[in-house]
């Protein structure tokens, strides 16, 4: 911490409490000075900088030089370049095993090393290697041998957390080893960007100056408690601008434990495709349809058949609004919740369906990206459509007195909907024989319809066809 900054809380510290002003004032700030040097004392030795190397290989352009023909030697075509590169983070120890230690860090810290070592807080050096890792969390555990004694963080709560806590950050920031910053928390339950920032988490906000190099390494509490991993910064200039995010260690108990045991962290699965339909425009209006405009939740747009979700009965259409009693946000928080639930215990699903509640009870599959199931074939029906809004129309140039729903996008082109020829665009006016004038209309329809086949009556181009899905 700077003597500025210092300074500064110092100074916060007296106009809030004006009754410092005294006499006592410089014992009270000795009192505080004393307890953070506690923090640093129990945090800095649990926390690790973690050193790694990373073999890069380049394609090398054909060089048609000069010389290459007059020597006889031409080069060969493209060719391969290696070389090694360096990179830096920082990590926690969290278990001691025998003579292994566990150190939880960030999967982008070590996801391509070649090379791993691990430098702790009094200067010792161990070459590690990588337990198991999690780009969906970004998290991984890496491990290394040593007789030695070792200290071991103490996790707190994350979920007791509140807004203005104070935290520390410490780690490596920049190569800077042992550093400790310290700031509050800003807010809870951030919310990745999309991009390369893993969604599968809640964040923790803070202040507490966090730079390259802080990856993996811990926010802790006033009482020296690991609450966080800190894993990114929102830093338009590339550096620190007070914008520091962490994930929850709550976070990452079971993943240390599924880490060790297994070598993975296993998600729970419920098969579905979801999505916010709370924003304006055409989502806004399929709200508006299904009787959920205003109401909290995730929307099914479409399910694997043969998964969780559809051995329980739920259905395309259906809002999920709660499970297992807990109130559900938005789409990422369900996707959050439902990859955190062990697979094979039942959950109970609160879902509006047709504007009316409905109680399922859910048994959790596990995730597996290989698993038949969980194929773009078996997505049904692998369409998304939206309302004939006033927009819409004018938009795709559609006379008002044509009724339906329109295809708004098709999902995969190995869905049923593709493989029968469904296009975006289309219009659909009836499901199995029946008129569809509104998006009630066209879930209904869907839902209901009996038998292997279900017919879509449609309009594309002027022209009324009709096509059949294989359910």
Do not use: C
Request: net charge neutral; glycine share 12%; charged share 20%.
């Amino acid at each position: 911490m700077t003597k500025r900054r210092a300074a500064s809380i110092g100074l916060i510290l007296l106009l809030a409490f004006p009754g410092l002003v005294s006499a006592q004032a410089p014992n009270a700030l000795q009192s505080m000075q004393a307890a953070f040097r506690q923090v640093a004392q129990k945090v800095l030795p649990v926390i690790v900088e973690i050193d790694v190397t990373e073999v890069i290989k380049q394609r090398q352009p054909q060089l048609d030089l000069p010389f290459d023909w007059f020597f006889g030697q031409p080069q060969p075509n493209g060719g391969e370049r290696s070389f090694r590169q360096s990179g830096l983070g920082s990590g926690i120890i969290v278990r001691k095993a025998g003579n292994t230690v566990y150190v939880l860090t960030n999967n982008h810290v070590v996801k391509d090393a070649t090379d791993i070592s691990v430098r702790m807080n009094d200067g010792r050096i161990s070459k590690a290697k990588v337990v198991g890792a999690d780009p969906r969390k970004d998290m991984a555990l890496v491990s290394f041998e040593t007789q030695d004694q070792v200290s071991l963080a103490e996790l707190g709560d994350s979920n007791s957390l509140e807004v203005g806590d104070i935290v520390f950050a410490v780690g490596n920031p920049l190569g800077f080893t042992s550093s400790v910053t310290m700031g509050i928390v800003s807010a809870l339950g951030r919310r990745a960007p999309s991009g390369d920032v893993a969604t599968y988490t809640d964040y923790v906000q803070t202040d507490a100056p966090i730079n390259q190099g802080n990856s993996g390494g811990a926010l802790v509490n006033i009482r020296g408690q690991v609450i966080g991993m800190n894993t990114w910064i929102a830093a338009p200039s590339g550096g620190n601008v007070g914008l520091g995010f962490a994930i929850p260690i709550n976070n990452a108990r079971q993943a240390i434990d599924d880490f060790i045991a297994k070598g993975r962290v296993e998600y729970g699965w419920l098969g579905v495709q979801i999505g916010d339909i709370q924003s304006d425009g055409p989502s806004l209006a399929i709200a508006r349809d299904l009787k959920v405009e205003g109401t909290k939740g995730a929307f099914i747009w479409n399910l694997y058949r043969g998964s969780p979700a559809d051995k329980a009965g739920l259905l395309p259409g259906d809002f999920v609004t709660r499970v297992e009693g807990k109130s559900i946000t938005d789409s990422s928080e369900l996707t959050q919740i439902i990859g955190s639930l062990p697979a094979g215990e039942s959950r109970e699903f609160t879902v509006v369906r047709y504007g009316k509640p409905l109680t399922l009870r859910v048994t959790i599959g596990r995730r597996d990206d290989q698993d038949r199931v969980a194929q773009s074939k078996n997505l049904w029906p692998g369409l998304s459509a939206v309302p004939l809004t006033d927009e819409v129309r004018q938009d795709q140039n559609i006379p008002r007195g044509v009724r339906g729903v329109i295809v708004g996008d098709i999902t995969d082109q190995n869905t049923p909907a593709a493989v029968a020829g469904i296009q975006a665009g289309d219009i659909i006016k009836t499901v199995s024989g029946k008129n569809v004038n509104s998006m009630m209309d066209y879930y209904r329809t869907l839902n209901e319809a009996s038998g292997r086949m279900v017919s879509f009556g449609i309009l594309r181009d002027g022209n009324d066809i009709t096509i059949g899905l294989t359910r």
